[in-house]
């Protein structure tokens, strides 16, 4: 429909991602989903950002799903959203939430759980 | 519950468009309610009821007034909500089947959540927008809103956002309580009032002496005049109430109309006409000295008038007042069964004194009696300090004045005290004053009465001996004499006495009656004797004067009949010369 190309099933490895695959749970599928408000230059950049960081991390076995509130603001409550923009990490489990345009890729990956926290 | 009194003062002409709030006595204290279309801001500490009256706000709303609601919950789930509602009648999930209501959850879980970069809480205004869309309401509550400041800790943007959603409700039109944790030394945590600054509600839930009492202020309001005393509110099965009593001045009506006091003697020494109806009346006295039994007259009068009482026992069991009625002769029983007379027992420490006042003041608007009976007063004591007492008595008063009560205030006078000094020192406001005491005379203890004050009319100044018998309550005029007011024994002992001193009196007075009786007697008996004395001498004259004259005739007939016989000249006429038989 109208998710602009910013739904992005499997996206193509790069010659660069091939040889940097995580270390551990290799097979582990990452289902991430990206709540935004409209088409602001904030949840662009988010989209962006996570792109990258999926890209860079999770080569070849993640799957965004974008979904614009303004569309279908009932799916707000399922998933507990208050900012925008909001990651939501539904698998692996256990969810996780990282708000904000993800400028901060350390602390994006620590919230994703792809870098162990500073506790 | 129905439409609850919002009496609105004609005075404001020109008031901003408030929403009413359904909530008793709020819409008063308000003076029509909460802002229309604005945000209110409703602080206190936990547990202050700040989400009931949220709650209730929004459930009126739909219920009363057409106006549906979206209750955005950060604290607790709807489940909860409405399992916590329903015990004060209101069915949540009803009201969200019918469309009135749409409650939704809101949970921000700190541990679940990594910030990175810039965000807003659009996610928010989209969940908020899309409730109001839903159902068209009208009402808002976010309960507690702070609560994302545990969960986000950019608290630049989370402050930004919070000045966005304000002004994005009041431009929605729609009229909205934010409440708020109360904070050290400012109204909320956060700081909340710095952007809801339309109307600002304290809730205030304090501990004195092991005694909670909750109140109620309204911080600001703008642009309209409220009241600004703290008021005391409850939460009870009706839900909120707050009880806008220190609003009452003194313009309450008077009455010229009196009524009894059960006691007849009483009611003789009141102008014979009894108290005043709306006036208060005090009884004070140590103990036993017969307060409650005079009550209990009071209460029974106005029964047998019809009226209905409301008799408030702090001290006793309604069972134990009945008996103990009966014993002295009086039926109170029947009243009850005719649902004439009430009797509310509670100690008085079982809640705050705003609990009480709240309570009392529920039940006279439910039961709108004419007669109010509280036993003892004093014991309200117990539930706060001395000046919040005092405080809540004349609140109290001014209350019960206004609704043109009759009120009886029993007060005990603890031994020691002065007895013109009262516990909570209400004698200055009452209308009469009934002063109860007790004699100690010739070994034993009585009651007397006086009437210490009772204004406006004329009232004995006399100290009357009071006797409780098996009908009630007597009164009886105490002898005063150079010893002192004689009571009991003392007063019978002098009555005997003073019976005996006119008994002898009596006899004596008979006893000179007596004696004049037999002096007059023998008087008239020595009058009688002379008289008698009298007519024999007289008789015996007057035979003697007949005899006299009958000896003087016979000795003329003797010289004529001599003469003849001397042969006297016819004509000489002389006396016959005596020689005239001899010549025969």
Known sequence: MKKNGMTEKKSPLTLDEIGRKPLKAEEEKWDLRLYVAGQTPRSIAAFANLKRLCEEHLAGRYHIEVVDLIKHPQLAAGDQILAIPTLVRKLPQPIRKIVGDLRDTERALVGLQLRPGKS | MGSKTSSQPSSNHRTLPKAPTGIQGLDEITQGGLPRGRPTLVCGSAGCGKTLLAMEFLVRGATEFGEAGVFMAFEESAEELAQNVLSLGFDLNKLVRQRKMAIDFVRVERSEIEETGEYDLGGLFIRLNAAIERI????????????????????????????????????????????????????????????????????????????????????????????????????????????????????????????????????????????????????????????????????????????????????????QIIRNMRSIGIDLASCLKKGLLQIHSSRATFYGLEMHLALIHKMIQQADPSVVVFDPVGALMQAGTHQDAHAMIVRLIDFLKSRDITAMLVNLTSGGEALERTQVDISSIVDSWLLLRDIELGGERNRAMYVLKSRGMKHSNQLREFLITDRGVDLLDAYIGPEGVLTGSSRVSLEAREKAAMLASQQESERNERNRQRKREALEARIAAMRKEFEIEDSESALVAAQESARSERLQEDRRMMAKSRRVDEGNGSTQPRGKQDSR
Not at chain 2, 172 to 189: F, N, P
Not at chain 2, 194 to 218: A, G, K, W
Not at chain 2, 303 to 317: I, K, N, T, V
């Open chain 2, 136 to 319: 068209g309401a009208k009402r808002v509550v976010l309960d507690t809103i702070e609560a994302l400041f545990s969960g986000l800790q950019n608290e630049g943007i989370l402050r930004a956002e919070l000045r966005r959603l304000f002004r994005w409700l009041k431009d929605k039109g729609v009229t909205a309580v934010i409440t708020g944790e109360r904070g050290d030394g400012t109204l909320t945590r956060r700081g909340l009032e710095e952007y809801v600054s339309d109307c600002v509600i304290l809730l205030d839930h304090r501990i004195n002496d092991q005694i909670s009492t909750r109140r109620m202020r309204i911080v600001k309001y703008r642009g309209t005049t409220h009241g600004t005393n703290e008021y005391p509110f409850l939460i009870d099965e009706d839900g909120f109430s707050v009880l806008p009593i220190t609003s009452l001045g003194l313009q309450h009506e008077v009455s010229t109309e009196r009524v009894s006091s059960g006691v007849a003697r009483l009611d003789a020494m009141l102008g014979g006409k009894g108290f005043y109806r709306g006036s208060t009346i005090l009884v004070s006295g140590t103990a036993g000295t017969g307060k409650s039994s005079l009550a209990g007259h009071f209460a029974r009068a106005a029964c047998d008038r019809g009226e209905r009482c409301l008799y408030f026992a702090f001290e006793e069991s309604p069972g």
